[in-house]
């Protein structure tokens, strides 16, 4: 009886995962003076990332009063020149926290406390936890201005609820918690079909054969051939669709998607709420080639070996469909939004002949990695690859080789090593994976070396990793072509004014700040021999001078020192008069 219990227990807990519901009236609008339009819902597809929040657009401009959606107190604090930028984060006495991204300027005593918290770190970057009555907020009060902070690229203010335990995100739209005005049904695209084959225990995948499609009505979708579409013995479907809004012209993700094949359902997709470790199986969960180039959502309809089962509700055979020859079948895809509108696409498929079927091959020379198993391997006595377990969505056959290539690079960096080509960058990683040159580097060079990223027309993108005892070891959550490289070329510090100007009349000063190619990775300034912060976003580093109490009409000593990620500094001193 008690193992009985514990599994219906645990059944419960699934279930729950998608059946947790919030109250809409606990909770208030988090933004004032706007016109309440959405530029981003919850989970859309992003870069390795399903979209945690809903971006509220904030009338094109900054400093929109933010409120706080209930009563609670201030949780967390952060101010980043990336991610969030300023963000607030809220605990409510009914087990929620809610988010507050890329804002402009927090309330006063908020500001204050966060002002004398760099200072005593002598930290520009800074994530505070509060204790519960520090910051107390009522539902309704204003708690911060909306901005353009952080990864953000324009004025919008970016809000999640969570769940306060274990940091689940809620998707607040299909919750109601807000209502956007929406009477468009999700807009079908495209439609791919794909063939697999099992060699080794590896799945291999066919290309993709595409298929147009048209819109009969506001809901219904016909694929613009007339004909059955011919299916392999076993294989998937990759669909290309996004949502719209009503009065906005930006793409949404979708909710819901529902493949039926005869009627029955053998696949459903739902976004009702994650916990970050499953963000990056959006990889996975589209279809990658397709995704990382497509502004729609490329849904795979099949769950990959390495997959997660928690966004799929309904999992038949892991969505792969078997059609025998000449088998004809009937498919429908139901394609639902965060706000219950549902577009339909119904067509047939016919089974091909044995002949016709796709058969996998395996590359001579590619090795096999098993997505359950370590994995480790050596190219030339040079590259070595370690490979985790979990890193992979599915089990591959990988090549490894050295790629001859031309490597593009300006005379600021030096090229240390050929390039390797290690599988290719169409397959996504759950995982990093780390990867080591085993190589003298000239001891000059050491402290500046790099793994950079090749493109396939030779051009460079920084990676990192370091050097020791004749082994270079780095890690990338990218397959790809690599090389070394050193580069010893400082940052370059551009002031935005001049050297000894009088700026009684300015209350800042920046500085534009560059980097040949690993980026600017710290940053810090003093006036008079004393630490200041600086404000750095989109490449300008700004010091605050009223807030820095830089005054008296007289002469002041500047300093900014700027490192790059490879280790060069660079720094500019000067003076200016206030």
């Known amino acids: 009886m008690r193992r009985l219990f514990i599994l219906a227990f645990i059944s419960t807990l699934h279930l729950t995962s998608w059946a947790q519901t919030l109250n809409p009236d606990y909770y208030d609008f988090p933004l004032r003076d706007v016109a309440g339009y959405y530029s ?28 706080a959606v209930a009563d609670g107190y201030v949780s967390r604090i952060l101010q980043s020149p990336t991610g969030y930028g300023l963000a607030l984060y809220i605990e409510h006495p009914n087990g929620t926290t809610s988010v507050y991204g890329h804002l402009s300027s927090f309330r006063k005593d908020i500001a204050d406390y966060v002002f004398a918290e760099r200072h005593r770190l002598k930290q520009s970057r800074v994530d505070l936890y509060c204790k519960a009555g520090q910051f107390t907020v009522k539902r309704g009060e204003e708690i911060a201005r909306s901005g353009n902070t952080g990864s953000s690229q324009g004025p919008h203010l970016h809000f999640e609820i969570r769940d306060a335990r274990t940091s689940k995100t809620f998707n607040i739209i299909k919750q109601g918690i807000v209502r956007p005005k929406d009477d468009i049904s999700p807009y079908i695209m495209k439609v791919h079909y794909i063939e697999v084959d099992t060699i080794q225990g590896v799945p291999m995948h066919s290309r993709p054969k595409s298929y147009a499609v ?7 979708y016909r694929l613009a051939q007339q004909s059955p579409v011919k299916v392999g013995r076993n ?20 909710y819901n998607l529902v493949e039926k094949i005869d009627g029955k359902t053998i696949f459903e997709y739902r976004n009702d709420g994650f916990t970050f470790d499953l963000s990056r199986y959006c990889n996975a969960v589209s279809y990658y080639p397709i995704q990382r180039s497509s502004r729609n959502e490329a849904m795979r309809t099949a769950m990959l070996q390495g997959g997660t089962k928690y966004f799929y509700p309904t999992l038949v055979n892991r969505g792969v469909v078997s059609t025998s020859a000449e088998q004809k079948r009937d498919v429908e895809f139901l394609i639902t939004d965060d706000c219950g509108n549902t577009s339909t696409l119904n067509f047939q498929i016919v089974g091909k002949s044995d002949a016709e079927c796709f058969q996998g091959e395996i590359e001579q020379g590619a090795h096999i990695v098993a997505y359950n198993h370590d994995f480790a391997e050596k190219v030339d ?35 240390l090593s050929p390039a390797y080509s290690i599988h290719h960058d169409d397959t996504p990683l759950q995982t990093s994976i780390g990867v080591v040159f085993s190589m003298p580097i000239e001891p000059a060079l050491q402290p500046y070396a790099a793994m950079a990223s090749v493109s396939a027309n030779g051009n460079l993108s920084y990676v990192g990793g370091s050097y020791r005892n004749l082994r270079f070891t780095a890690r990338t959550s990218n397959f790809g072509t690599f090389c070394l490289v050193a580069d010893c070329t400082a940052p370059i510090i551009r002031p935005q004014f001049t050297d000894g100007e009088d700026c009684r009349s300015r209350n800042s000063i920046s ?7 690993s980026g600017v990775a710290s940053y810090t300034a003093t006036i008079d021999g004393e630490w200041v912060a600086i404000d750095y976003a ?41």
């Open 40 to 67: 981003a819902n919850f989970g859309e597809m992003r870069p390795n990332h399903f979209h945690s929040g809903t971006d509220f657009k904030t009338n094109g401009v900054e400093g929109k009063p933010v409120i």
């Open 214 to 220: 048209h819109k009969a009505d506001n809901t219904t």
């Open 235 to 254: 294989g998937y479907f990759v669909v290309e669709t996004s949502d719209r809004k009503d009065d906005v012209a930006n793409t949404y993700g979708v």
């Open 381 to 415: 006595d040079v590259v070595s690859v370690v490979i985790p377990k979990g890193a992979l969505y599915e089990s591959i056959a990988m090549k490894m080789e050295r790629k001859e290539m031309e490597i593009k690079a300006d005379s600021t960096l030096h090229i």
């Open 511 to 517: 500085f534009r700040l560059s980097d040949n190619f």
């Open 538 to 578: 989109r490449s300008r580093a700004t010091i605050n001078l009223k807030a820095e109490g830089i005054t008296g009409g007289k002469s002041h000593n500047v300093k900014i020192v700027v490192k790059d990620s490879c280790g060069n500094t660079a720094s500019w001193q000067g003076t200016i008069i206030r």
